[in-house]
């Protein structure tokens, strides 16, 4: 398993091939019509950058993940994957826990935070185990059409964070 900045075209590809459920989330909250679409879009903004990187096997990429300073000190986290994530789910939680999360925090960052559809069981579990707690009810009508989203968080002010 590698992590290494992700390119244009690791973007592209995991976001054209995508699991199910992270497409619905993603095509939610976005202008895209369809994969391919959201795939050029996220492609765009998201390549190329110091603070999105690329989980990869066998050289092949498996997931996304960007740290985006929202606000000072405000990380927005963004994520997504293909069905392969299961073949490196372990040490990707355990580089965001034990050496992500915490250098964002020594550098200053007070809060991380992510939001998800309402219903995605399986990520926000996993949201949990990388350190975030839900902190809203429904967020109704965040969706493009209507779909609901909570929001999950880790700050500085409420709890240490431990790796």
């Known amino acids: 398993m590698k992590i290494e900045p992700s390119s244009v075209a690791d973007v592209e590809f995991v976001a054209t ?3 199910e459920r992270d497409y619905e989330e993603f095509s939610a909250v976005s202008p895209a019509g369809d994969r391919q679409a959201l795939a050029q879009l996220l492609a765009a903004r998201y390549g190329d950058r110091p603070d999105v990187m ?11 993940g960007g ?3 929202a606000r000072p000190n405000v990380i927005t986290l963004l994520f997504f994957a293909t069905d392969d994530f299961p073949k490196i789910a372990l040490p990707v939680t355990r580089f965001i826990r034990k ?3 915490p250098k964002l925090i020594a550098a200053g960052a007070h809060r991380i935070e992510a939001v998800s559809m309402a219903g995605y069981d399986q990520t926000h579990a996993w949201l949990r185990t990388i350190g975030l707690e839900q902190e809203t009810g429904l ?3 965040y969706g493009k059409r209507g779909e609901a989203f ?7 002010n409420v709890r240490p964070f431990s790796a």
């Open 54 to 64: 690329c989980g990869s096997a066998d050289g092949t990429p498996i997931c996304i």
């Open 99 to 101: 050496n992500l999360f």
């Open 17 to 19: 091939n995508m699991r």
């Open 67 to 69: 740290t985006i300073e």
């Open 139 to 141: 967020m109704h009508g």
């Open 150 to 156: 909570v929001q999950f968080s880790w700050s500085a």
